[in-house]
């Protein structure tokens, strides 16, 4: 027999989800929408209300019946819960408080002299929690924790390799379940990153979506479903190391000829060098030297945009994606040569295929850790978070 526990959970979600991404109905509609009788609604959203993850439209409860009111509608209350979203980076710490319709409310930056110990960042994100919680209409509504870290992390939130922090398999949800008495997410950043960009956006019909994020490296993340493409141990979508020659550049992986090598921060370097460019490898100053009309310039980003091409070719012929997204600090740089890869995209893949929809990500400095806390939001609140066994995806469990 179904764990009624579950099945509530379950149908709450289903609601929350529903009104997340289409905003204020009656209970009627929703009972229609989700297949759910009058009265279960009502029994669901009364459990709802009472946490303040949904609240009723004063609007429609000052109507007067006589003039035809519509019933009363219900719709996710912003206020009533948080998301502590925590980037950790190489030189600073970012934060973002969110709120239950993923609107940030705060922000805060850290900044480091040199990359911060594991011990360390956790405190600076028990500081921000405390500074958070300082205030009135927070208090103790801080629902869960989203972290980011700048590499691979293990499904059961063991943080594997990370060596421009200085770390190796580091049990951050360890120490951060430690530190915190809510449910904490463990994340690889640019996993981070492209669930916030996917996730805030619940209008779109985002059915798989593969990100990019290109600067120093050239990171990436798939969402199917709404969900992160884990793989099996939760390190898949490195499409950075998708090979693309058997020779090339040394990777910092240790290969050679992977993608990242061909379209990163040093590739553009490399470029210009070569057109012989009067400007280096800093993304505005190469789009401000293009608009100025150099031709050097211009040159070493087509290069650069059809070696991504050539990358987002075969991601393409994998994974049939509806949408690319492409973000990160080459955003000025990739922005000029849009047009041209959709056009070599949509004339390299397999026939009969349809091209997906390339665009650049909004570039919001605090995304990263805005997508944390979207994470901690998905793995406590929405339908699709949780698999048939009915755990939630996303919040993991401890190796022990
Ligand atoms: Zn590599």
Same mark, same amino acid.
């Given at each position: 027999?179904?764990?009624?526990? #579950?099945?509530?959970?379950?149908?709450?979600?289903?609601?929350? +989800?529903?009104?997340?991404?289409? /905003?204020?109905?009656?209970?009627?509609?929703?009972?229609? =929408?989700?297949?759910?009788?009058?009265?279960?609604?009502?029994?669901?959203?009364? *459990?709802?209300?009472?946490?303040?993850?949904?609240?009723?439209?004063?609007?429609? @409860?000052?109507? %007067?019946?006589?003039?035809?009111?519509?019933?009363?509608?219900?719709?996710?209350?912003?206020?009533?819960?948080?998301?502590?979203?925590?980037?950790?980076? !190489? +030189?600073?710490?970012?934060?973002?408080?969110?709120?239950?319709?993923?609107?940030?409310?705060?922000?805060? +930056?850290?900044?480091?002299?040199?990359?911060?110990?594991?011990?360390?960042?956790?405190?600076?994100?028990?500081?921000?929690?405390?500074?958070?919680?300082?205030?009135?209409?927070?208090?103790?509504?801080?629902?869960?924790?989203?972290?980011?870290?700048?590499?691979? &992390?293990?499904?059961?939130?063991?943080?594997?390799?990370? %060596?421009?922090?200085?770390?190796?398999?580091?049990?951050?949800?360890?120490?951060? =379940?430690?530190?915190?008495?809510?449910?904490?997410?463990?994340?690889?950043?640019?996993?981070?990153?492209?669930?916030?960009?996917?996730?805030?956006?619940?209008?779109?019909?985002?059915?798989? &979506?593969?990100?990019?994020?290109? *600067?120093?490296?050239? *990171?990436?993340?798939?969402?199917?479903? *709404?969900?992160?493409?884990?793989?099996?141990?939760? !390190?898949?979508? $490195? #499409?950075?190391?998708? =090979?693309?020659?058997?020779?090339?550049?040394?990777?910092?992986?240790?290969?050679?000829?992977?993608?990242?090598?061909?379209? @990163?921060?040093?590739?553009?370097?490399?470029?210009?060098?070569?057109?012989?460019?009067?400007? /280096?490898?800093?993304?505005?100053?190469?789009?401000?030297?293009?608009?100025?009309?150099?031709?050097?310039?211009?040159?070493?980003?087509?290069?650069?945009?059809?070696?991504?091409?050539?990358?987002?070719?075969?991601? +393409?012929? &994998?994974?049939?994606?509806?949408?690319?997204?492409?973000?990160?600090?080459?955003?000025?740089?990739?922005?000029?040569?849009?047009? =041209?890869?959709?056009?070599?995209?949509?004339?390299?893949?397999?026939?009969?295929?349809?091209?997906?929809?390339?665009?650049?990500?909004?570039?919001? %400095?605090? $995304?990263?850790?805005?997508?944390?806390?979207?994470?901690?939001?998905?793995?406590?609140?929405?339908?699709?978070?949780?698999?048939?066994?009915?755990?939630?995806?996303?919040?993991?469990? %401890?190796?022990?």
């Amino acid at each position: 027999m179904a764990n009624q526990g #579950f099945i509530r959970n379950m149908n709450q979600r289903r609601i929350l +989800t529903l009104l997340r991404r289409e /905003g204020g109905l009656t209970r009627a509609e929703i009972a229609r =929408r989700l297949a759910l009788t009058r009265s279960a609604v009502t029994y669901l959203a009364d *459990g709802l209300l009472s946490e303040r993850l949904v609240a009723e439209a004063p609007d429609n @409860n000052e109507m %007067p019946r006589e003039a035809g009111r519509p019933g009363v509608t219900l719709s996710i209350d912003p206020g009533g819960n948080y998301f502590l979203g925590a980037e950790i980076g !190489v +030189t600073a710490m970012r934060f973002a408080l969110v709120d239950m319709t993923l609107k940030p409310v705060k922000a805060k +930056t850290v900044e480091w002299r040199k990359p911060p110990s594991p011990a360390e960042a956790i405190r600076a994100i028990e500081a921000f929690l405390r500074a958070c919680s300082a205030e009135k209409r927070v208090g103790r509504r801080i629902r869960a924790i989203g972290i980011t870290v700048p590499g691979l &992390v293990r499904g059961d939130g063991m943080v594997l390799h990370l %060596p421009i922090l200085g770390w190796r398999d580091v049990n951050l949800l360890a120490l951060a =379940r430690a530190a915190f008495r809510i449910p904490v997410a463990i994340e690889n950043d640019t996993n981070g990153v492209a669930f916030g960009e996917v996730y805030r956006h619940p209008k779109l019909s985002h059915d798989l &979506v593969l990100f990019l994020r290109l *600067g120093n490296g050239c *990171g990436g993340a798939a969402i199917l479903d *709404g969900n992160l493409l884990r793989g099996t141990s939760g !390190v898949a979508a $490195e #499409f950075g190391h998708m =090979r693309i020659a058997d020779h090339g550049p040394l990777c910092h992986c240790g290969q050679r000829g992977c993608l990242e090598t061909y379209v @990163n921060l040093a590739a553009l370097g490399r470029y210009l060098a070569e057109a012989e460019a009067r400007v /280096g490898p800093d993304p505005v100053q190469v789009s401000d030297a293009i608009g100025a009309g150099d031709d050097a310039a211009t040159a070493a980003v087509e290069r650069l945009t059809a070696h991504l091409a050539t990358g987002i070719i075969s991601l +393409t012929n &994998v994974f049939n994606p509806s949408d690319i997204v492409l973000g990160g600090a080459m955003r000025p740089v990739l922005a000029l040569g849009l047009e =041209r890869l959709r056009d070599v995209v949509a004339g390299g893949i397999v026939a009969g295929m349809p091209p997906p929809k390339i665009a650049l990500s909004a570039g919001d %400095p605090y $995304e990263c850790a805005i997508g944390a806390a979207a994470i901690a939001h998905h793995a406590q609140f929405d339908v699709s978070a949780l698999s048939v066994g009915g755990q939630a995806n996303g919040a993991q469990r %401890p190796a022990d």
